[in-house]
């Protein structure tokens, strides 16, 4: 089983829909989680850390459920910009740090 | 200001032959990583270093790959006989503290398209 796993799309919505992403990771020791945003052909940025509680930035909310291990990320009101491939990032233990782990990505294209 | 830097952006190589990529991360970022990401597919941890510690050195699909950071700087990775599975583009990033956070995220560089024929 992959540490990281997303259903890699695509999903293909119209603007305005609101679109929901999960991410699975499996070491149950792991600390720190991301959502990346990567465009085709350019590099992974952050697109927001993700919390327990929950956390939201505009439009973009994010979820974490430890007890099941999984991450959310919901994005409502889609623009066109928001096309791009949606990166799970999960970071593990390793000696005194913590190496960021990536998921294949989810790709979402947001059409007229 | 200026961000990661990767060169070269594109190389060719044939199969057998050493490569050597090159990244300079961001002025006074202690951690660095090397990922590559194949086509379609997620990026793939390589190497990791921090400050003067040990790398972390996990993730090298096989001896044919190493990596060194000078002065805690700009680091390089080689891969000697490259095989065509080598083919993909190498990434790098660097953070300014060992543990990313939405405080210090990873920044990374365009990262550099290998091609071996």
């Known amino acids: 089983r992959k540490e990281v796993e997303q259903d890699p799309g695509p999903f293909n919505v119209p603007e305005g829909a609101t679109v929901a992403f999960n991410c699975t990771y499996s070491?149950?020791?792991?600390?720190?989680f991301f959502w990346y945003r990567q465009d085709c052909r350019k590099e992974p940025k952050l697109l927001m850390s993700v919390y327990s509680s929950g956390n939201e930035d505009g439009r973009f909310t994010a979820q974490l459920n430890r007890a099941s291990q999984y991450i959310s990320l919901l994005i409502r009101d889609s623009k066109l910009s928001d096309s791009a491939t949606y990166l799970c990032?999960?970071?593990?233990?390793?000696?005194?740090?913590?190496?960021?782990?990536f998921g294949r990505g989810t790709s979402l294209i947001v059409h007229p | 200001g200026a961000g990661v830097s990767q060169s070269p952006s594109n190389k060719v190589t044939e199969k057998g032959k050493d490569v050597e990529l090159r990244c300079d991360p961001i002025s006074g970022h202690t951690a660095l990583y090397w990922y590559r990401q194949s086509l379609g597919q997620g990026l793939e941890f390589l190497i990791y270093?921090?400050?003067?510690?040990?790398?972390?050195k996990s993730g090298l699909p096989s001896d044919r790959f190493s990596a060194e950071r000078t002065g805690g700087s700009v680091s390089t990775l080689t891969i000697q006989r490259t095989q065509q599975e080598d083919s993909a583009v190498y990434l790098c990033?660097?953070?300014?503290?060992?543990?990313?956070?939405?405080?210090?995220?990873?920044?990374f560089g365009n990262g550099t398209r290998l091609t071996v024929t």
């Open positions: 990033a660097s953070s300014l503290f060992p543990f990313p956070g939405q405080d210090s995220p990873l920044h």
């Open positions: 270093f921090q400050g003067n510690s040990a790398p972390d």
């Open positions: 990032v999960v970071c593990r233990a390793s000696g005194g740090s913590y190496i960021p782990t």
């Open positions: 070491n149950s020791a792991s600390q720190s």
